[in-house]
């Protein structure tokens, strides 16, 4: 491991010398190959920081590189859907998850490379790193934290961070 990488647990995470508490999905914390889709659990393993969305009707742009949601901006979240474990805008016919939403959870959003680019139907869509809803209540899957840690982390990221969840 490197000074770098953002490393998550049970118990929480360490990211740059600093311990962080964080939300973990309600499954637990699973080896990777026994990931599903809708199991609310968090795949043990090393991923990557592949985007950073933000709501610009809420906060500031908190990098570069982070690219603004807008209403029509969805996740695919059925495996059937060519577009399975990607962003899409509306309309879309198959079933997903709203990017902009009326609660805070998605106001930024890193997006790791779990089951993407190329990803497999049922193993698992959009394993991110959001706000959570309250200290330590279990996200369907995601990483969640505080508004604030989530705030301090992201400007200190980049491209590829490595996200190491262990279980």
């Given at each position: ?122 193993r ?26 989530l ?10 961070t ?6």
């Amino acid at each position: 491991m490197k000074e770098g990488d953002l490393v998550v647990t049970r118990q929480g995470a360490r990211f740059m010398g600093r311990s962080f508490p964080c939300s973990i999905g309600r499954g637990g914390i699973v080896p990777a190959k026994e990931k599903r889709e809708g199991d609310g659990a968090t795949p043990e393993g090393t991923h990557r920081i592949v985007g950073m969305l933000y709501n610009p009707a809420r906060m500031t742009r908190p990098t570069g590189w982070a690219l603004p949601v807008s209403h029509a901006d969805r996740w695919s979240d059925d495996g059937d859907d060519p577009d399975y474990n990607l962003m899409v805008r509306m309309p879309h016919a198959y079933s997903h998850e709203r990017l902009w939403r009326a609660d805070p959870l998605y106001d930024l959003i890193l997006l790791t490379d779990w089951n993407w680019p190329h990803a497999e139907p049922g193993r698992g869509s959009a394993i991110f790193i959001h706000t959570w809803r309250r200290p330590r209540y279990p996200t369907a899957g995601c990483v969640a934290f505080s508004r604030q840690d989530l705030l301090w982390i992201a400007p200190r990221i980049g491209y590829e961070t490595r996200v190491i969840i262990r279980g």
